[in-house]
């Protein structure tokens, strides 16, 4: 119970920490919100008042911890070039991104840990030196790349999709999926060959450790020890790499999202960012920053119940 309490401790902080940092450097990096909204019509009185307006002109701690109070209200602020709440601008947007990103971390999961398997109990074989060697150059591939060279072959090519042809969800679930797949395919490439080197490692080493010689000793057969013992303590460790993998894939989505043109949070991270309109960055940050804290704490939660050793 302790060490729940200290972990969502971990987290209030870890998130308070990030949101002071990201309002900081927003606050002191080149650009005006009020020239960037006025452009040839921005007059010194002009953007003095549009300032005003924004709350610019106020002491930087007053706006953090007005910009603070509002988060904790659900209130995002409201954008500079929609004039619009924020909260209702990436709403949408934020759903999309989060499907993608599920979807690439199924596929990861369903494809790395049966691969992983296979390697580690085909060590040295053809089919492990030939994933192996696959996996060193999917391990570099960036899910930009690979959502462009998915798109020439796939779609392109083979025509088994139309780029740029977005299926909203509320129109057709089953257009969606299989439109969101080939993006989410592209997200996970690196992710599957990185996780499948990683648990066939970690197979390996549970698989030299002395309770694995005391089940063979008690007469368990190789498979029955491998599924039963060895796999089961190789995801203990694994659940905080996955949870990790799966923040990573949040911002491939975001990057991969302009490769495939999806509605999702990469779009208007990009417009906003180049308009300075501060307060959709900074939401999104915020967003992406609260997905990477549940994840990391749910997996450690999900350690804390596999592994009774480490309870307090």
Same mark, same amino acid.
């Given at each position: 119970?302790?060490?729940?309490?200290?972990?969502?401790?971990?987290?209030?902080? $870890?998130?308070?920490?990030?949101?002071?940092? #990201?309002? *900081?450097?927003?606050?002191?990096?080149?650009?005006?919100? *009020?020239?960037?909204?006025?452009?040839?019509?921005?007059?010194?009185? *002009?953007?003095?008042?549009?300032?005003?307006? /924004?709350?610019?002109?106020?002491?930087?701690?007053?706006?953090?911890?007005?910009?603070? =109070?509002?988060?904790?209200?659900?209130?995002?602020?409201?954008?500079?070039?929609?004039?619009?709440?924020?909260?209702?601008?990436?709403?949408?947007?934020?759903?999309?991104?989060?499907?993608?990103?599920?979807?690439?971390?199924?596929?990861?999961?369903?494809?790395?840990?049966?691969?992983?398997?296979?390697?580690?109990?085909?060590?040295?074989?053809?089919?492990?030196?030939?994933?192996?060697?696959?996996?060193?150059?999917?391990?570099?591939?960036?899910?930009?790349?690979?959502?462009?060279? !998915?798109?020439?072959?796939?779609?392109?090519?083979?025509?088994?999709?139309?780029?740029?042809? /977005?299926?909203?969800?509320?129109?057709?679930?089953?257009?969606?999926?299989?439109?969101?797949?080939?993006?989410?395919?592209?997200? @996970? !490439?690196?992710?599957? *060959?990185?996780?499948?080197?990683?648990?066939?490692?970690?197979?390996?080493?549970?698989?030299?450790?002395?309770?694995?010689?005391?089940?063979?000793?008690?007469?368990?057969?190789?498979? $029955?020890?491998?599924?039963?013992?060895?796999?089961?303590?190789?995801?203990?460790?694994?659940? $905080?790499?996955? #949870?990790?993998?799966?923040?990573?894939?949040?911002?491939?989505?975001?990057?991969?999202?302009?490769?495939? =043109?999806?509605?999702?949070?990469?779009?208007?991270?990009?417009?906003?960012?180049?308009?300075?309109?501060?307060?959709?960055?900074? @939401?999104?940050?915020?967003?992406?920053?609260?997905?990477?804290?549940?994840?990391? $704490?749910? =997996?450690?939660?999900?350690?804390?119940?596999?592994?009774?050793?480490?309870?307090?």
């Amino acid at each position: 119970m302790k060490s729940v309490l200290k972990k969502f401790l971990s987290m209030f902080i $870890t998130l308070f920490v990030v949101s002071f940092l #990201a309002f *900081a450097a927003f606050a002191v990096i080149p650009g005006d919100p *009020a020239l960037m909204r006025l452009k040839t019509n921005a007059t010194p009185e *002009a953007v003095e008042a549009l300032r005003h307006s /924004y709350g610019l002109d106020r002491p930087f701690l007053t706006r953090y911890f007005s910009w603070v =109070s509002g988060l904790l209200m659900g209130d995002m602020g409201t954008s500079y070039t929609y004039s619009a709440p924020v909260s209702e601008i990436i709403r949408s947007k934020l759903m999309v991104t989060l499907y993608l990103t599920a979807l690439a971390f199924v596929i990861m999961t369903l494809i790395s840990i049966p691969v992983a398997v296979h390697c580690a109990k085909n060590d040295g074989g053809l089919t492990d030196r030939v994933i192996s060697a696959v996996n060193q150059v999917f391990m570099s591939v960036p899910p930009f790349f690979a959502g462009i060279i !998915i798109t020439y072959i796939f779609g392109i090519g083979l025509r088994i999709f139309v780029p740029g042809g /977005y299926v909203p969800f509320e129109d057709d679930p089953a257009g969606f999926i299989y439109y969101m797949f080939f993006p989410a395919f592209a997200v @996970a !490439i690196p992710k599957i *060959a990185v996780s499948v080197r990683l648990l066939k490692s970690t197979i390996m080493k549970e698989s030299k450790k002395d309770y694995v010689r005391t089940a063979y000793s008690r007469g368990e057969r190789g498979n $029955t020890v491998l599924y039963r013992h060895v796999i089961w303590n190789a995801m203990i460790p694994a659940v $905080t790499f996955y #949870a990790m993998q799966f923040v990573d894939m949040i911002a491939g989505s975001i990057i991969t999202e302009q490769v495939f =043109s999806i509605p999702g949070l990469g779009r208007i991270l990009l417009t906003s960012i180049e308009g300075r309109d501060y307060p959709v960055v900074l @939401a999104v940050l915020m967003c992406v920053a609260v997905a990477a804290v549940i994840a990391d $704490t749910v =997996s450690d939660l999900g350690v804390i119940a596999l592994d009774p050793r480490i309870r307090e």
